[in-house]
């Protein structure tokens, strides 16, 4: 088993600051990818950030700029710095993780729980 921790997430007000996490932890031989996605009410997920093993990372192009996004491969966790956040932005984010299975050497895919950020005044 594979279990993703989010935190971090809340209100904040628009041209502000606000940093997500998310710790993998489990059966985890190697993680490939590290990422984060959003969805907003009536929209699909869409993805925001993700950052590979060589620290390769790629960005939604509406967020590049203002958002970063690193990991701490000794944690196994990823963090999202959001900053000057816009009323858009609001959405639950979502941390995926791509991985190999310790014991099966599978390819597995983990989704968070979601945490709500919400830009507003």
């Known amino acids: 088993q594979v279990q993703l921790v989010e935190s971090g997430g809340g209100l904040v007000q628009p041209g502000g600051s606000l940093r997500v996490s998310c710790a993998a932890s489990g059966s985890l031989f190697r993680i490939n990818t590290m990422g984060w996605y959003r969805q907003a009410p009536g929209n699909e997920r869409e993805l925001v950030a993700t950052?590979?093993?060589?620290?390769?990372?790629n960005y939604k192009d509406s967020v590049k700029g203002r958002f970063s996004i690193s990991r701490d491969s000794a944690k196994n966790t990823v963090y999202l710095q959001m900053n000057s956040l816009k009323p858009e932005d609001t959405a639950v984010y979502y941390c995926?993780?791509?991985?190999?299975?310790?014991?099966?050497?599978?390819?597995?895919?983990?989704w968070g729980q979601g945490t709500l950020v919400t830009v507003s005044s």
């Open positions: 950052i590979t093993n060589s620290d390769s990372t």
């Open positions: 995926n993780v791509r991985a190999v299975h310790l014991v099966t050497y599978r390819n597995l895919e983990v």
